[in-house]
């Protein structure tokens, strides 16, 4: 029985650690990090986690010329390259007397789509940004508009806001480095704008003052330059833009791409030289300090089982369900996938047509990533008939009538996994339960023993008496048994002196 206690008391503890274990905190989301600019932001590009912001929410700020970014991306979503942009009079006169004019163009001046958002991206000529608003809306106004209303589709807040689409110094022109970031966002994963972006040079066709066309570089140090050892330039920094005016400082965007993973850096109000060195170490940090995992390696819940699984109260074959491929969540080099909470949530507006529900994932608070959780293409709809197969009424099922009803983002429906304590207690009952079976084989494993030891001593005492040495036999017992008593009078004994 000594020895079934101490055993048990082992498996006790160890459950015991193991429980604390669980209830450890995750790691923090690392924040030792900071800028000189009043404003700065760093997002993965794949998860959309914001990595580290400074003022970047709530405080907005004039963008200088990092607006021309929106109006790029804007004109490419609904303009040809090829199409042929005049400058009217109203596009080279609509800019501020000493904002220059970097091309030397005049009104009457025809390029294409083209080699206007080089101009624009690369040389940052703001008579180009005009011309492409008149060419892509009819007028400057009505692109103006247009910018706003991308701005709200992209999630950007009321706090940004813009007047121009050359970023020229207006009465309600802000933006707050998050919202830059989300327009930046949607920017780079436009192919042809971010193949003009990360050019480091373009020469365009000829012009009125410029009959054998002029050539220009990339203005952005962090992408180009001529002294490799300068602490300006950034390897992996592939694309971007620049921006500057009296009232907004030097302000910055910058795509980065390194060890497959994907980073922009936002630099509002930033001083010059020193915006270029806020950039790069808000990427560095990125990269450095987190990772990004893709969830359908690692999410199981839902995809896998035989339990059916209920959402919005509909019952789905686990094995009918997969996660969107290739989504990612970001989290600290030192967390686990299991660090991150899951929720389940209706579907947006904007969802694919076979998906079912929405996994969106954060950490401590911080939403770090999403998935959508789709219908596989070889299963039916809950509902639907086999493809093979008749509805009762003898007339093909219209599967519309089947299908799971949209969701909108707003619909209550939301399902949350068990926080950590719930899971810890789970574990920890699992090692008492355990600790109790453990318990039960040693007792029977005792006893067992003691009926082998109790036959093996009868089968020696017939064979002893059969041999004519059983009187031996009883004499050697009884001095066994002497022992035994004597050694659990000194146990008594000393237990009671305890």
């Known amino acids: 029985m000594p020895k079934i206690r101490r055993l ?28 000189m600019a009043e404003s700065g932001a760093v997002i993965d590009v794949d998860s959309g986690t914001l990595i580290y912001g400074q003022n970047c929410i709530n405080n907005a700020y004039p963008p200088a010329s990092i607006t021309k970014l929106l ?23 609509s800019v501020e007397a000493d904002s220059g004019n970097k091309l030397s163009l005049v009104a009457g001046d025809q390029l294409s789509v083209e080699d206007c958002l080089y101009a624009l991206l690369l040389f940052s000529v703001n008579q180009s940004a005009n011309a492409l608003a008149e060419h892509t809306a009819g007028s400057i ?33 802000k933006v707050t480095a998050y919202d830059m970031a989300l327009i930046a966002k949607a920017a780079f994963n436009n192919e042809e704008l ?9 020469k365009i066709a000829p012009t009125i003052n410029n009959p054998n066309g002029v050539s ?19 390897p992996p920094a592939v694309a ?24 922009i850096s936002i630099i509002l109000k930033g001083s010059y030289g020193q915006y270029f060195v806020d950039g790069k170490n808000l990427l560095e940090f990125g990269f450095s300090r987190f990772k990004n995992l893709v969830i359908a390696d ?14 919005n109260d509909v019952s789905y074959h686990a094995s009918d369900l997969m996660i969107e491929p290739e989504r990612v969540i970001t989290l600290p080099n030192n967390a686990n996938f299991e660090d991150a909470m899951l929720t389940l949530e209706g579907l947006p507006s904007d969802h694919p047509e076979n998906a079912v529900a929405l996994l969106r994932y954060s950490y401590n608070d911080r939403q770090i990533g999403k998935a959508f959780l789709l219908l596989k293409d070889s299963a039916k709809r809950p509902g639907e008939m086999a493809p093979d197969s008749e509805s009762p009424s003898g007339s093909e099922e219209n599967p519309s009538d089947a299908s799971v009803p949209d969701q909108s983002e707003d619909d209550g429906f939301s399902f949350h996994m068990p926080s950590l304590p719930v899971l810890a207690i789970g574990v920890a009952a699992g090692f008492a339960l355990l600790a109790v079976l453990s318990a039960i084989w040693v007792f029977y494993s005792k006893r067992k023993e003691a009926r082998d030891l109790a036959a093996r001593r009868e089968a020696r005492r017939r064979r002893l008496q059969a041999s004519g040495e ?14 035994d008593a004597i050694a659990r009078q000194k146990r008594n004994d000393s237990s009671k002196e305890d």
């Open 8 to 35: 048990l008391c082992c498996i006790l503890i160890i459950s015991q650690l193991f429980a604390i274990t669980t209830f450890a905190e995750p790691p923090a989301w690392p924040s030792d990090t900071g800028i």
């Open 71 to 93: 109006t790029a991306l804007i004109v490419l979503e609904n303009c040809k390259l090829d199409e042929v942009v005049t400058f009217s009079d109203t596009a080279m006169l």
């Open 141 to 173: 106004p009505a692109f103006v508009d247009m910018m706003n209303a991308k701005a709200a589709q992209l999630g950007c807040s009321e706090k940004t806001h813009f007047d121009n689409p050359s970023g020229l110094n207006g009465d309600t022109q």
């Open 194 to 202: 971010l193949k003009i972006s990360s050019s480091l040079n373009h």
């Open 216 to 234: 220009f570089r990339h203005e952005h140090r962090l992408i180009y330059t001529t002294d490799p050892s300068s602490e300006y330039y950034y």
């Open 240 to 263: 971007g833009k620049t921006g500057y005016l009296r009232l907004a400082g030097n302000t910055l965007v910058t795509y980065a791409e390194k060890d497959g993973r994907r980073l």
């Open 298 to 311: 690692h999410e199981s819940h839902y995809v896998t089982g035989e339990e059916p699984v209920l959402i």
């Open 470 to 483: 059983e009187a031996e036999f009883q004499r050697l017992m009884e001095i066994r048994r002497n022992k």
